[in-house]
């Protein structure tokens, strides 16, 4: 069975930054790419990120790019999104996904291309 454990959301100050932590964990468990989404309150959840376990490549929202970083370390199975200069906007649930699959720099962004999610954490930025 596929686990995603997100960690690391908080409450901080605009401006401030914060470093989400997914940890993927299942027998066998070899995924493509995983990614960031977050979903604020009365709307749809929307792409961060997202990074392919083959090549390291990596792709961004155009609202997160130069502010966010995604990154993984295989050893420990675990994909971060480290977060800086962080808007009041960034405010949401932050939830990390996987798939096995192959997806592209246009449908890695899609919530429909990942079929692993986790539970998701909350980011709260104080204005």
């Known amino acids: 069975q596929v686990q995603l454990v997100e960690s690391g959301g908080g409450l901080v100050q605009a401006g401030g930054s914060l470093r989400l932590s997914c940890l993927a964990s299942?027998?066998?468990?070899?995924?493509?790419?995983m990614g960031w989404f977050r979903q604020a309150p009365g709307k749809e959840r929307e792409f961060v990120a997202a990074?392919?376990?083959?090549?390291?490549?990596?792709y961004y929202a155009d609202s997160v790019k130069g502010r966010f970083t995604i990154s993984r370390d295989g050893s420990k199975n675990t994909v971060y999104l480290q977060m800086a200069s962080l808007k009041f906007e960034d405010t949401a649930v932050y939830y990390c996904a996987a798939t096995i699959l192959y997806c592209s720099v246009s449908t890695c962004s899609r919530p429909g291309s990942y079929a692993y999610w986790g539970q998701g954490t909350q980011v709260s930025v104080s204005s």
């Open positions: 299942g027998r066998s468990f070899s995924w493509y790419a």
């Open positions: 990074i392919i376990s083959t090549n390291d490549n990596t």
